[in-house]
């Protein structure tokens, strides 16, 4: 059994090669081919695709004219790219607390954390759960915008709106084992001309769109390739197909091993459409079983799982001039110390997942 897979049908091989026989294979139509099918798939005006997750943040943070001596606000329970991309901007990172249901940042602690110096809120959908819409009206209030790291949840929803589609900015991440992929590959999207501009500016050395060689300012090379474009626009076609499986494995999953003392599986509240990107169960201390034995247990009875994330970002060595310590972010830790994701991807058979099922309940 696979923790997670891609995938790649043979529609997506056929169109690489179309690329790879065109001449044309960087910076090309099929890129943008994707971008206007992925904006239009979401329903937002602009879409610019980049070669990672990890660049498209950094391109919105760049895009929102984030620099030194700003405060972005963002979750310490998620992968350390959100922080980083802040981080390339010469910004500080300002953690907030998690909620224990969602595992997403809790709008209720917010408060006190926001001052003249605050530019945006970065929240993340974390395991493919949109976050609380709540942080939209805070920051309105207080005139701050915000990115959505979407990186997790393509083909998530909140109310009839996309994930990615419910801050001013929001981006994803086309990772080998994200909902969908292109390999290495990620998106800013946004319904703000000037924002798509400026990242589309960044990702390309800084040149003007209209004339090469005119540098407007510092840019990098965030460019996606037109083979990486052709998995994307194969991949986009599949994507609600992908949440439906997804959702149905995790349904069933929930069936099962909802009322096991000391398990508690994953919420989806009212509104929301979950994208599982990962399958997340808290293994609390009533279970039978501490978290890691647990996991060593299924692991020897060959059913992968893996924990996002074993250790908050705050206590991260890397960050330690940021100057938190243990305790700052109570719930975050202690989630760190009970999550365990299962395998949940579109290819799982139902045999697969019985097996994971019957080792659990086993136990
Ligand atoms: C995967 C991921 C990223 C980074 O994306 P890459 O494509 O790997 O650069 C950023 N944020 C989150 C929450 C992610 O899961």
């Known amino acids: 059994m696979f923790f997670t897979k891609p995938s790649i049908g043979a529609e997506e091989i056929k169109r690489v090669k179309e690329v790879l026989a065109s001449g044309q294979i960087a910076h090309g139509p099929i890129v943008r081919k994707f971008e206007e099918e992925f904006a239009k798939k979401i329903g937002v005006k602009h879409a610019v695709a980049v ?58 602690k917010l408060r006190g954390k926001l001052n003249k110096k605050t530019k945006a809120i ?37 109310g009839s709106y996309y994930a990615g589609t419910l801050g001013d900015i929001g981006t994803f991440s086309f990772y080998a084992t994200k909902n969908i ?45 037109d083979m990486a474009a052709a998995l994307g626009v194969e991949q986009l076609k599949k994507m609600s197909t992908f949440t439906r499986k997804r959702l149905e494995n995790a349904h069933y999953l929930s069936s099962k091993l909802k009322g096991i003392d000391g398990l508690v599986t994953p919420i989806e509240p009212r509104g929301s459409r979950h994208a599982f990107h990962q399958y997340t169960l808290r293994v609390t201390p009533e279970f039978k079983l501490m978290r890691d034995k647990l996991m060593k247990r299924l692991g020897e009875n060959g059913i992968p799982t893996a924990v996002f994330y074993p250790e908050p970002l705050h206590l991260q060595k890397y960050l330690k001039h940021l100057g938190y310590k243990k305790g700052d972010f109570p719930i975050a830790e202690r989630m760190s110390k009970e999550v365990l994701s299962l395998p949940i991807h579109p290819l799982l058979t139902r045999k697969e997942l019985d097996l994971i099922v019957k080792n659990i309940t086993r136990i």
């Not at 901007?89 to 969602?102: K, L, M, N, S």
């Not at 493919?128 to 959505?148: F, M, Q, T, W």
Request: charge should be neutral; charged fraction near 25%; proline fraction near 4%.
């Open 51 to 108: 070669n990672s997750g990890t660049a498209a943040l950094h391109c919105a943070l760049y895009a929102l004219g984030v620099k030194a001596g700003d405060e972005v606000i963002t979750t310490p329970f998620t992968f350390a790219a959100t922080v980083n991309a802040i981080l390339m901007q010469g910004a500080r990172p300002v953690f907030v607390d998690i909620d224990e249901r969602t595992f997403n940042l809790d709008p209720r």
């Open 181 to 225: 992929t292109t390999g290495e590959g990620g998106m800013i999207v946004t319904n703000n001309a000037k924002y798509a501009e400026s990242a589309r500016r960044f990702r390309h050395h800084g040149q003007r769109a209209d004339r090469r060689y005119a540098y407007e300012d510092l840019g990098f090379n965030y460019r996606m390739t």
């Open 122 to 158: 970065l929240p993340v959908d974390l395991f493919g759960l949109p976050y609380d819409p709540e942080i939209n009206r805070i920051a309105k209030r207080s005139g701050v915008k915000v990115v959505e790291d979407a990186a997790q949840a393509h083909g998530a929803k909140l």
